[in-house]
């Protein structure tokens, strides 16, 4: 063998070997790593998951800390349960994230007593509202019921010096109720204003037939661009319908990797709430992924707990099927979907396709229904446009049944599309 | 690389090494003669170029840019197609296929272009790469995070060939099986369960430990088209058609759960299209059946029913560069740049372009080489490369290459 050759296969061996060592190297090399999100891009969904755990509690200017707890009891301090701010100094907002109970601490100052001026919005109004020291709220009060129907209280609460109140919000529970689903608003905030109109419509109808509208449920794509104006037109909107509404990212709403936009307007996106008897799970999956911590707690997210009902709402729809459209990693839909099917979920929510669609997913020996109900407003592309929402009528005892109600643009005298097979148009 | 034909194997037990693929094969059976071009001394001869010592003359500049054009006709058709008919009517994905396999082919044709402008459009070496007999391949893993463990992922594979005896065809037996070398964790960074651990820099408990077993089995069937089926196509070049059938397999073992994802590509067709002696294009597609299963406490699975997935697809161009030929050398030196384009997400991140998730699968550029000492039958082949995603994963691959079986020497 000549030396040239020698040479060249010395090296080509000598970089193949080294490249496999490197390779190992770094993979097992920890003292260069950083934790996570330690160069904030709001892109990445783990860098919200940090966020909306953050901005669920507040070190007020005032001394006092306020911060969002599960209702149903956990081990943790506190939950991204909702979005805690303080817009002027002595004054602070809380918007809650989830429909039905609801629960903040307030931890006074540990020097002097403190008054907090809270304004909380998103709640129902027929929430009843207590407060009381913390593990003894029956010796608290329970404040008056407000006049009108607004989804928004106002509230001084006393705090002593280091000591803690709770301010907990429980909803009374009649037998049957409405919930109601919509997804991908994107670049028709006027067209959901509409479904909004109908929503408010349909809910005191229901209210009257004995199965009250108790929340809205929005599965992402609140905006087109992600800007501060879009988000603040549609939680203006928001901060008007009919009854309470949580909300969860989509792929337009985290645009900007600089900023948490979504999450400074709305809170959390990654969270759980029981309402009478039902769960919605609702899951962040606007980067078309899942935070590998999400991933690791899909047991207990989209767990059924003690619920009688178990309900999935997220952005990008688990089963794509023909749609092409589907996560950026396919591993965490079909270990979301099988998460689901452990928990025996009744249905998942989604949106992202700007369409209805309702199927079925084999998951094991499992069927998982899948609704899609991107009909927000958002531009559907070719084809007659169908708006509208998905109405739930939830009977714990029963189980749930869907319906769609068409609500078209101006210019068509009622539905301009036929129902799905299997998913009927509601009857009123 | 790909798996399915990125590097690896040969053909043959000595040198020469035999039996080239197989429509490569028909275009160099005649005598090893160089044909007179009758046009070579006109105007546009260099767009006319003959491949010199063949007797059918084959063209390669005319082919890559056919092949570039239909790429970015591709390219175009798909984007539009996802942009303008939209969600409501399911058009994601022929649309995603489309988009992505036309920008692969468009790559490629450049790339093969300044190749063949840098003097490689000429004869090839019958020892070029293909996929190892048996290889061991190493991805790595995520980045690194404190507190977090991202092994990557190891496999053995295999591909042995038969080739037919009347020299129109090769079946290829394909598989591997791997995963992940340990265990992979995740942290949970939410601040409120954050603790200080004596003697350990991190804070973040584990929120997410995972084991993997990677295993997955196929055919690769792959039959001359005549050549030249049609007049012109003596002049861009052979093609041959495939059906590769193949199932993947993966399973995550969560500690307490074992999930279970199966994907099933039963009717997966294939074309490759020799631009040049050195150059190839070949595309696969097909649908795709899913099974999700999921176990818990120790349970059994029950995979159930299969799930109608999206459409599967790859776009591949290969280029060889052969560095040591000389029919005295000792050894015998052969390279190889691949690029290519995988339309599904099974296995990783996918390319994702501004807030536009999940309508594309990976790329994949590798290098790899493949040396033969003269006279032996065995080879060996190393090479690297990197799947591009929302991220990227290098790859590692050493493999041996054996006497394929079957067939005859041409």
Known sequence: MTRRLRSLVSVTASLGAGAIALALALASLHSCAQPECVVPNYTDPECRVIVENELARLDAASGVEVRFVDPRGSDLDWDALGLVEEPAAGSVRARVASVGDFALRIRGDADEARTVDLELTNVDPRAVLRVGPVGDLDSGITLPQPGEPLLRRQLSVDVDAGAEVELRGELPCPERFTLAFVGDIQTNPTHFERILERIREDGEAAADAGAPLLGMVIVGDLTEWSNDEEFFKIRALLGNAPAPVAVTAGNHDIFRGAVAIYNSYFGPANYNFDVCGARVAMIDTASARLASSIEGRLGELVGRGDADLLIMATHYPPHWGLSGDGWSREDQPQLLLAELALAEADLIVAGHQHALRDSIIHVGGRDLRQIIVGTGGADQGLGVARFGYLRLRVDPSAGITPCFVEVPPPGWAGPANEPLASLPYCDT | ?410
């Open chain 2, 1 to 410: 690389m790909s798996e399915r034909e990125a590097p690896a194997t040969t053909s043959s037990a000595s040198v020469p090494p035999r039996v080239p693929e197989n429509a490569e094969a028909q275009a160099k059976r005649a005598p090893v003669t160089v044909a007179p071009d009758p046009m070579a001394n006109q105007v546009g001869a260099a767009w006319r170029h003959c491949v010199p010592g063949y007797a059918i003359c084959t063209r390669p500049r005319p082919a890559r840019w056919l092949l570039g054009a239909l790429g970015l006709t591709l390219a175009g058709a798909g984007t539009a197609y996802l942009l303008f008919v939209g969600d409501s009517l399911r058009a994601g994905d022929p649309g995603g296929f489309i988009a992505g396999g036309g920008m692969a082919a468009l790559g490629g044709a450049v790339l093969g272009g300044l190749y063949g402008l840098m003097g490689g459009d000429r004869r090839g070496d019958a020892d070029r790469l293909r996929p190892s007999t048996f290889a061991f391949d190493y991805t790595s893993g995520g980045a690194p995070r404190l507190g977090e463990q991202h092994p990557g992922e190891i496999a053995l594979r295999f591909a042995p060939n038969f080739y037919f005896r009347d020299g129109g065809g090769r079946l290829r037996l394909f598989g591997h099986v791997g995963g992940i070398p340990g265990r992979e964790t995740d942290v949970d960074p939410r601040p409120q369960v954050s603790e200080v651990t004596p003697g350990s820099d991190n804070t973040q408990p584990v929120a997410l430990g995972e084991r993997l077993l990677s295993v997955g089995v196929g055919t690769d069937l792959a039959v001359t088209l005549p050549y030249p089926l049609l007049r012109r196509s003596a002049h861009l070049g052979a093609a041959e058609i495939r059906w590769r059938p193949e199932v993947q397999i993966r399973r995550h073992d969560l500690g307490d759960r074992v999930i279970e994802r199966t994907m099933l590509l039963p009717l997966t067709i294939g074309l490759r299209w020799y631009l040049s002696p050195r150059q190839r294009f070949t595309t696969y597609v097909g649908p795709r059946l899913d099974f999700v299963a999921a176990a818990a406490d120790g349970d059994k699975l029950d995979r159930g029913a299969p799930n109608v997935g999206s459409l599967y697809g790859e776009v591949w161009y290969d280029i060889d560069v052969p560095l040591l030929v000389r029919p005295s050398a000792p050894v015998r030196l052969n390279g190889m740049f691949t690029l290519g384009y995988v339309h599904s997400r099974f296995d990783g991140h996918g390319i994702n372009i501004g807030g536009a998730y999940g309508f594309l699968g990976p790329a994949y550029a590798g290098w790899h080489m493949r040396l033969r000492r003269r006279g032996k039958p065995a080879a060996v082949q190393v090479g690297f490369g990197s799947w591009f995603g929302s991220g990227f994963a290098a790859v590692f691959s050493a493999g041996v290459v054996l006497p394929d079986l079957g067939g005859k020497k041409l």
